[in-house]
């Protein structure tokens, strides 16, 4: 549980400064790491990839967080007016 927690914190504040320049806050980070590990663990089982060690954990919730943002910043990004 520690070990998912301390995975979640890391790669929710990475996926912060890749997409943002800076990170979400300390439980903004945890929670996107930790559904980004849920989501990362989709994705990565629907192409087939296995993942071991923290480092490949790592990986898969960073991708899934990056995901993640990523879809939440298409859904409230303002419409372009006409």
Request: glycine share 28%.
């Given at each position: 549980m520690i070990g998912a927690i301390i995975i979640g914190l890391i790669a929710g504040w990475l996926t912060g400064k890749l997409m943002r320049g800076e990170g979400y806050g300390m439980f903004a980070d945890i929670l996107l790491?930790?559904?980004?590990?849920?989501?990362?663990?989709?994705?990565f089982g629907a192409l087939g990839i296995v993942v071991y060690g923290g480092i490949g954990h790592l990986a898969m919730a960073l991708v899934?967080?990056?995901?993640?943002?990523?879809i939440v910043h298409l859904v409230r990004s303002p419409s372009p007016q006409h």
């Open positions: 790491g930790l559904v980004g590990a849920i989501i990362g663990s989709w994705i899934g967080a990056i995901v993640l943002v990523g």
